[in-house]
């Protein structure tokens, strides 16, 4: 802080004049081993001459600029050896060029010109170049070392084309193109290793002002140009102990230093504490920019002589503030809409004043009175006569009497008032907090005014002091001095001086004989008022960055007593912390899949399951994990999300809408849809994003992280669900027996579990009882066929696909139980092979396709029943023949037929009606026990269809079948 009470800024103009410069040396020109030579001059501009040549060739070369060392560099590439450097371009923004003709050389020669001000910059911006630098020059060494980097560009139609840029080394500019005469580069040429006598003249301005920062005078600089001083140089500055402005006198209490006119941080802050004459020296080492001195004055009393004076300076308080949250720390973190709020304190008062001691002289007049007996006589002899006379003499003296007492000269009393600060992350830009006036000082004066006030005379000034009765032996009082005893008797004047209390400490008061009782220290430590503002809040369109805080402090003068301070001064507070920005987004979807209906032989499991013709639910939550910060962390972060969204990559149905893929819909809370069977199987991923409030106002949108924007430069948070799309299998129906047309499927119903109101009876299996099959009731005889068909749903209509079925067999006893698996042998094959379906019938549903299949099936007359597994070729080895009553066959009890269908995708079972997470045939209601006229109850499982009597024929006879 350099001034508390600074009202105006003074700022240096830097000025620079750089202007065009190309240098264009060709390969192969005559003259090019002349070695150019880099000069500073005093100002610390660099320069060098070079001639204009013509150009032989369109390939081209030249210094795109150079590098600054304190010492030389080895051969190679210079930055690669660790040694801190300055980089300073050489093109039309920074170097300014003169050409003039010269009859000496009878040519024309160009003056390249690099500012100084643009080099000065370039060397104090490395902070470790700069200190050896300077600690070099401290040593006497001015030198620095200059290493040109180069560009090589071709030229064709005055175009021009760059080739290579920023090479450094000089091997690499040797083999950049096959130059004319490479090996002049081994010469030197003057481009490496340059070195530069920078030794340049330098300055320091002096700055005069009040107590309250107000120049006295205007800045100037302190030596002139009869006075050089250089970079590097320990110079006195002299600051003039007394200065006359506005017909006032004012002297020196205070100097200090800035190493630049422009730094912050305050060098050898001296308070001067006597009166010297003629001038103060003030020693400081100067820089490659200007030094700043600073003197400050207070007003020189000027008064009677008199009087004499204490003075306490007004003080620079010190002072804090901070942008602030109780939930975040805000520097590293706060969300768009959240509030913060301004916190800062100050010291409760600050006070300057200055006491008058008032001393002098004051004449009184007062009377001695003496009574005089008086003895005397006249006449001789007998006339002698004693007189006795009684005399009353007064005898007027007058009187000096000091004095001394102190008045109030100039009193000022500032507390803080209130703080406004500016941060760009705060909607409207703005911060403020006022200070309580109750925890302003107390402040109880009184002045009595002008001396009679101050000063009461001894209470017999002026009046008649009796001295008594004296006697005397004289016709006449003889001559006497009363002046002692009047003097004495008089006594001395009573002084009072002004009062001062502050904050409850008394400063100045009391009253005493001749002199007043000396003024008090006054307050200690003041402490501290604080305050804390209003929530404000971090507008939501805000982007995601640092946002720098500047902050002023405005002290509020509650209390003056011939004061000409201004009525408030501001503080600047300079370490006021920054606010970064960070809107949060975290997104987790989610899908209630279809796994219930799946009837995938293999589903992926890293896949949710989606079934056509079906509905299916999708969520998000934006609650989940974010930045390790405070306020961050595992949390809901919905309040900062602009939208949440979801996209499916396929149709889908939103009630009677249909939302074509890849468009985004607002997911705030569970929505359902539904999969048109129009939509192909087959792998997908469903995204889901949310998109901070933030994101829209500055285009950032597309910024995307998955699940949380953990990277302040992005602005939406995704998630990705893989799903896998597939069809269904359904309704496999029992549809004739030997032309009996019926229709009995294996359940009450549909493929969505809901209820069909088909009866119980008219399910498969039928059991004798269900339907009338002539001389069977339910239950077919051995040669019957039946014919059955299934469904569909999904692309299963093209000649590689394809519904399968294999069959298995049990025997059940006659009485419903027993049930043992069996093989069943035909004269032709065995019976348990697989059958195909063929495609029925497509019914064109919502351009989808709803594919029936259907097919056929017997158990022949001639058949022969075995336990499963039973080894019937070895069987017949062993025999040579069989007739087929063998004890080994069953031929006994019902034969129950059970289906295992699948739908076929490229050759391989894809689909499944009884087995996987989705048994079709339960979720259809396949029956589970049926109890038959004669009161036998059976028991099914999933695929249980037919059930055959083993003991009854279609011909109503036995067929012996004999295997060869």
């Known amino acids: 802080m350099r001034s508390f009470l600074q009202k105006n800024r003074w700022v240096i103009p830097a000025t620079a004049c750089l202007v065009s410069f190309i240098i264009a040396l060709l390969s192969g020109v005559k003259g090019s081993k002349a070695e150019i030579i880099l000069k500073a001059d005093k100002d610390g501009n660099i320069t060098w001459e070079s001639e204009p040549t013509m150009a032989t060739s369109g390939i081209r070369w030249e210094t795109a600029g150079y590098l600054i060392y304190t010492t030389k560099t080895p051969d190679g590439d210079p930055k690669s ?65 200059l290493n040109s980097f180069f560009r090589v560009y071709s030229l064709s139609n005055g175009k021009k084309t760059v080739l290579k840029d920023n090479i450094y080394s000089r091997s690499e500019i040797k083999k950049a193109q096959s130059w004319r005469n490479p090996n002049e580069w081994d010469t030197g040429r003057g481009y490496f290793n340059v070195k530069v006598e920078y030794k340049v003249t330098s300055n320091a301005y002096v700055k005069i002002a009040d107590a309250y920062g ?105 002072v804090t503030a901070s942008i602030r949250s109780d939930i975040y720390e805000v520097t590293r973190g706060i969300p768009g809409s959240e509030s913060v709020y301004l916190k800062a304190g100050a010291d409760r008062y600050i006070y300057s004043y200055r006491l008058d001691n008032k001393t002098g002289k004051n004449t009184y007049q007062a009377t001695g009175k003496i009574t005089w007996n008086l003895t005397y006589t006249t006449g001789e002899g007998e006339d002698e006569e004693t007189h006795n006379d009684t005399v009353v003499m007064t005898y007027p003296v007058t009187l000096t009497r000091e004095y001394s007492y102190w008045e109030i000269g100039e009193l000022t009393v500032y507390a803080p008032s209130n703080i406004t600060a500016e941060n760009g992350a705060v909607a409207g830009g703005k911060l403020f907090a006022g200070f309580d006036p109750g925890a302003y000082p107390s402040v109880n004066y009184k002045q009595l005014g002008g001396m009679a006030s101050h000063v009461k005379k001894p209470d017999k000034a002026d009046k008649v002091i009796d001295l008594g009765t004296r006697s005397y032996e004289g016709q006449s009082p003889p001559p006497v001095s009363v002046f002692e005893e009047v003097n004495a008797l008089v006594g001395e004047c009573t002084v009072t001086n002004d009062t001062l209390m502050l904050d409850g400490v008394s400063i100045l008061s009391g009253s005493g004989k001749k002199t007043a009782p000396a003024p008090g220290q006054g307050p200690g430590t003041p402490g501290k008022s604080e305050t804390v503002s209003n929530a404000y809040i971090i507008d939501p369109a805000r982007a995601n960055e640092e946002y720098g805080s500047a902050a002023t402090l405005t002290y509020k003068k509650i209390a003056a007593v011939a004061s000409n301070s201004p009525a408030t001064i501001s503080v600047d507070i300079e ?170 499927p294996v359940g009450d119903k549909d493929r969505n579990g809901e209820r069909t109101g088909q009866s119980l009876k008219e399910l498969v299996p039928f059991t004798d009882g269900d339907v009338s099959l002539g001389a069977s009731q339910g239950i077919l005889k051995r040669g019957y066929r039946f014919e059955y068909s299934v469904n569909t749903l999904g692309e299963y209509g093209n000649e590689e696909e394809g519904i399968v079925i294999e069959p298995s067999f049990y025997v059940i006893g006659r009485d419903g139980k027993g049930r043992i698996p069996v093989d069943v042998y035909r004269t032709d094959k065995k019976a348990d092979e697989p059958v195909y379906l063929t495609k029925e019938k497509a019914k064109d549903l919502e351009e989808g396709r709803v594919v029936t299949w259907s097919g056929s099936y017997e158990i022949p007359d001639d058949i022969l029943v075995t336990p499963k597994g039973f080894d019937l070729n070895g069987f017949f080895a062993a025999e040579g023949h069989i007739t087929g009553r063998e004890p080994v066959f069953i031929r006994k009890g019902y034969l129950l ?68």
């Open 81 to 145: 050896s660790g040694l801190p450097f300055a980089r300073i371009l050489a093109d039309e923004e920074h170097v300014k060029t003169e050409t003039k003709y010269n009859s000496a050389k009878d040519k024309y020669i160009t003056t390249n010109i690099i500012d100084a001000d643009y080099i000065k910059k370039a060397i104090t911006g490395n902070k470790e170049l700069y200190a050896a630098f300077m600690k070099n020059v401290a040593a006497g060494n001015n030198t620095l070392y």
């Open 214 to 318: 107000n120049y006295l005078k205007d800045p100037y600089l302190a030596f002139d140009k009869g006075n050089v001083v250089y970079v590097g140089d320990k110079v006195d500055v002299n600051l003039p102990l007394e200065v006359i402005a506005g017909g006032k006198v004012y002297t020196l209490y205070r100097s200090y230093y800035y190493e630049n006119t422009d730094s912050s941080e305050k060098k050898d802050d001296v308070r001067i504490t006597s009166d010297k004459e003629g001038t103060l020296k003030k020693k400081i080492k100067l820089g490659l920019r200007y030094a700043m001195v600073v003197g400050r004055y207070k007003e020189k009393n000027t008064t009677a002589e008199n009087e004499d004076s204490i003075e306490n300076e007004l003080n620079e308080p010190s």
């Open 575 to 744: 370490d006021i912390n920054s606010v970064t920005v960070h809107t949060p987004v975290f997104v987790k979807g989610s899908i209630k899949d279809a796994t219930r209906f799946c009837q995938l032989v293999s589903p992926d499991a890293s896949r949710f399951q989606m079934v056509l013709d079906r509905f299916f639910g999708v969520s998000l939550t934006n609650y989940g994990p974010h930045r390790a910060l405070p306020g961050y962390g595992l949390r809901d972060y919905g309040r900062y999300a602009a939208a949440n969204e979801v996209s499916f990559p396929f149709n889908v149905k939103e009630g009677e809408k249909v939302i074509p893929a890849g468009t985004w819909q607002s997911l705030n809370s569970e929505k359902t849809y539904y999969i048109p069977i129009t939509v192909r199987e087959g792998d997908y991923t469903v995204k889901f994003r949310s998109i901070a409030i933030n994101a829209y106002p500055n285009g950032k949108e597309d910024s995307e992280e998955q699940y949380a924007n953990l990277e302040m430069s992005d602005y939406t948070a995704t998630d990705y669900i893989d799903v896998h799309i597939s069809g269904r299998l359904y309704d496999l129906t029992l549809t004739d027996i030997n032309d009996m047309h019926l229709s009995a």
């Open 897 to 964: 037929v059970s289906f295992d269908v699948y739908a076929l995708k490229d050759g391989k079972k894809r689909l499944t009606l009884s087995a996987g997470s989705c048994k079709m045939w339960e979720l259809q209601g396949g029956i589970k026990t049926k109890t038959d006229i004669y009161g036998n109850t059976f028991e099914f499982t999933s695929g249980d269809f037919v059930l055959y009597d083993l003991q009854k024929s279609l011909n109503e006879d036995v067929k012996v079948v004999v295997i060869y």
